[in-house]
């Protein structure tokens, strides 16, 4: 099965469950994320956030998509791109960005870094090892399923974290044991700078790969938050009633460089091309294209932007002044008590 | 005829070398070929020896690791190359029980000459997983040999040796060193594995480093003169197999030693160091030997704990103070205060990698 809008009116019927209330919700999360991320883009050169970050730019909808479709008590596993989850999670802009400027309000207390956004109590952890927290994310649907709890467990990863052999060995594990799992690839179509093609051979297939080993799988438009959505609903309510794991693979594109904050296309490993047409693709825009029916659309864009904005220059303010941890956190939370 | 390059041009070039010498060299890692190429390491290697002996590769860690420990096994001689040494732990089977036991174990009947390059380090906010230091878990495995080269000339020496080498070698290089300028000639030259140098000779105290903390010993060596005390800087090189001799003979001379490694205290090179120098030179320890090393905790990110986390020229100098009865300083006395933050290693540094 592929999800996809082709039309407006195919994309109409296709999201008649939903309200319209929804879908302005989702463009404000990924607008959210968006301002966000630019804004630190924009100051990082001030060289006061002293942790490398991946920014999520261009890669909103898996992030929103996915997360409308979860329960706070549901959890989602990330990576070293974390910004875009953890906020659509629900995850507290404060502490994010206060973890960025390794202050002591961070979500880590400044332990972790931008890679390392985490916060239980909404469901969320991110680490930087590539495909490490794919058997993570089985473990927490395992523990969910021996407590008889109907919450499910999302492990979000990039492209290349499908060429750690855990991946096989998580897909096997969740499909054994039909396991309130679902695996989230957003296929940005690089590694850092290496392509696919120097990575994986053409023939090889994901959804192959998943099916093979017993899981359900499903190819989306990841730049369309509403595919994104209903694909991730299904499989989310197929996981709670016991029905096991579901992969899907999100096709997506990241605008800045892997790590950092400029634009790199002039480095040459991948064409201003291919880039431009992504960005004709770009997740706000389509959806975008989609509400612009309603009139007031665009004037509630505007609306969106400057709530969104008074919320990031707060937040960046309050981090900002927030204090370093002391010399004494160095050594706390070694050990649980 | 002599010649500045950096610790980065001095490795590309003995890989180049080594390359071009011998066509069973060859080199894989993720991002080989990429523009920034391993921190300018390998820049080149793949328009001159193509993509069969300057391969890019999955984000397959294990599977690669043993991939290549094969193709050593047909004759090849593998380098393998990680960013950061946290990748390469996904690869721990295959180096720990296949590649360090494959001689021993089979009697003798194969080699596995194969080097794998790790770079450790630290600054700007790597964190708990991108800046350990995890030098002595190698250092702990029989059938390994782990070098830790400071400066651009052993740079290029040892992996020359490391190369030529039939047993498997890890190659750790700290972030802060690749652009670190030095002397360095242009033909081929080795040196050995396992031979420690003294950077600094001197009669007072010794003063043992490797990889990134030499820089800092050294530094220290220089402060600690302008207050009068000659200290004695080695630079083990390697760290398996380590050179005893050189640290037992400095110390008969100075009967002070400080160990500064950038890692952690328990089960740590420097407390080996300390025990060899205790076991073999008890007589001529005049105070008790010293450990300066890393607080047994992760690996933090924030700035805000940087300065009390990696130790520096002013712990060491202050740790040979106290050793010698003196009173201790502080940087500002001594007009060290380093300009830069202490999260990186010069102003040119801007993150975010
Ligand atoms: C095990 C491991 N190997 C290598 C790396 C270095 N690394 C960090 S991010 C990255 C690229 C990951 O690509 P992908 O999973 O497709 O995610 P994307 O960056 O495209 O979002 C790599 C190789 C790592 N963090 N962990
Ligand atoms: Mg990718």
Redesign the interface.
């Known amino acids: 099965m592929e999800l996809k809008i082709s039309d407006r009116q195919s994309y109409r019927e296709y999201v008649n469950e939903l309200k319209n209330g929804d879908l302005k919700l989702f463009y404000y999360d990924m607008l959210r994320i968006r301002l966000v991320e630019e804004k630190i883009a924009e100051i990082?050169p001030e060289?006061e956030m002293?942790?490398?970050?991946h920014l999520s730019v261009g890669q909103e909808a898996p992030a929103v998509g996915v997360c409308k479709a979860l329960g706070k008590d549901d959890f989602a596993l990330s990576t070293h791109r974390s910004h875009a989850h953890y906020l659509a999670k629900g995850g507290n802009l404060k502490a994010m960005l206060s973890e960025l400027y390794?202050?002591?309000t961070?979500c880590?207390g400044?332990?972790?870094?931008?890679?390392?956004l985490n916060d239980p109590s909404i469901g969320f952890y991110a680490?930087?090892?590539?495909?490490s927290t794919i058997p993570i994310g089985v473990g927490i649907a395992l523990g969910f399923k021996i407590q008889n709890k109907s919450e499910v467990s999302v492990a979000f990863f990039g492209d290349?974290?499908t060429?750690?052999?855990v991946l096989s060995e998580s897909l096997n594990y969740a499909a054994l044991c039909k396991l309130p799992v679902i695996f989230i690839c957003e296929n940005n179509l690089y590694?850092?700078?290496?392509p696919l093609s120097?990575?994986?051979p053409a023939e090889r297939n994901l959804i192959d790969i998943a099916k093979a080993h017993g899981v359900e799988a499903f190819k989306c438009d990841g730049n369309d938050v509403v595919a994104v959505y209903n694909a991730t609903t299904k499989a989310v309510e197929k996981a709670r009633i016991g029905g096991g794991p579901t992969l899907l693979e999100l096709s997506t594109y990241r605008y800045y460089e892997h790590?950092?904050?400029n634009f790199d296309n002039q480095?040459?490993?991948r064409s201003e091309e291919e880039f431009n047409l992504w960005k004709a693709k770009d997740p706000l825009k389509m959806l975008a294209l989609k509400l612009v029916e309603d009139d007031n659309f665009k004037l509630e864009i505007e609306q969106m932007t400057k709530v969104i904005n008074l919320e990031i220059t707060d937040a960046f303010a309050f981090a900002k002044s927030a204090?370093?941890?002391?010399?004494a956190?160095?050594?706390t939370h070694?050990y649980a008590k | 005829m002599e010649r500045i390059i950096t610790y980065a041009k001095a490795l590309s070039e003995a890989i180049d070398m080594c390359m071009a010498k011998d066509d069973k060299v060859y080199i894989m890692g993720l991002g080989v070929p990429d523009p920034s190429g391993f921190f300018g390491t390998t820049i080149g290697l793949q328009e001159k020896y193509g993509k069969m002996r300057a391969m890019d590769m999955p984000t397959s860690e294990n599977g690669m690791t043993g991939v290549a420990i094969g193709s050593a096994l047909t004759g090849m001689r593998p380098i393998m190359a990680h960013h950061r040494m946290e990748f390469a732990l996904l690869a721990t089977e295959q180096i720990i029980n296949q590649a360090a036991n494959w001689h021993y174990m089979f009697g003798g009947k194969s080699s596995m000459p194969l080097v794998i390059r790790m770079f450790i380090g630290r600054g700007w906010g790597q964190g708990p997983q991108h800046s350990q230091s995890l030098q002595a878990m190698f250092a702990h495995i029989p059938g390994l040999k782990v070098i830790m080269p400071a400066t651009p000339y052993d740079a290029k020496g040892l992996m020359v040796s490391a190369i030529e080498d039939n047993n498997p070698v890890i190659f750790l290089e700290h972030r802060w060193l690749h652009t670190i300028t030095g002397k360095v000639p242009e033909a081929i030259y080795r040196i050995p594995i396992g031979k420690a140098n003294i950077a600094r000779s001197g009669s007072d105290v010794t003063i043992v480093a490797f990889s990134y903390m030499v820089i800092e010993a050294l530094f220290a060596a220089n402060i600690l003169m302008k207050l009068g005390i000659d200290a004695e800087v080695i630079d083990m090189r390697s760290i398996r197999p380590l050179d005893a001799d050189a640290v037992l003979e400095s110390v008969k001379k100075t009967g002070h030693l400080v160990v500064a490694d950038q890692a952690w205290k328990t089960g740590g090179i420097a407390g080996e160091i300390i025990a060899i120098a205790c076991e073999e030179a008890f007589g001529f320890l005049k105070a008790k030997p010293v450990r300066l090393t890393l607080p047994d905790f992760p690996s933090p990110s924030t700035p805000g704990l940087t300065r009390y986390y990696h130790p520096r020229a002013i712990n060491i100098i202050n740790s040979v103070l106290k050793m010698l009865g003196k009173n201790e300083k502080t940087e500002e006395e001594l007009d060290i205060v380093q300009k830069s933050p202490l999260d990186i290693p010069n102003k040119e540094f801007k993150g975010p990698f």
Not at chain 1, 50 to 53: G, I, L, N
Not at chain 1, 110 to 116: E, I, L, Q, R
Not at chain 1, 191 to 194: A, E, T
């Open positions: 990082y060289q002293r942790c490398p970050v390794g202050r002591e961070g880590c400044g332990k972790g870094g931008s890679m390392h680490v930087p090892i590539v495909g290349a974290a060429e750690e052999g590694s850092v700078y290496s120097v990575r994986q790590c950092g904050t480095l040459g490993y204090p370093y941890p002391d010399e956190s160095l050594f070694l």
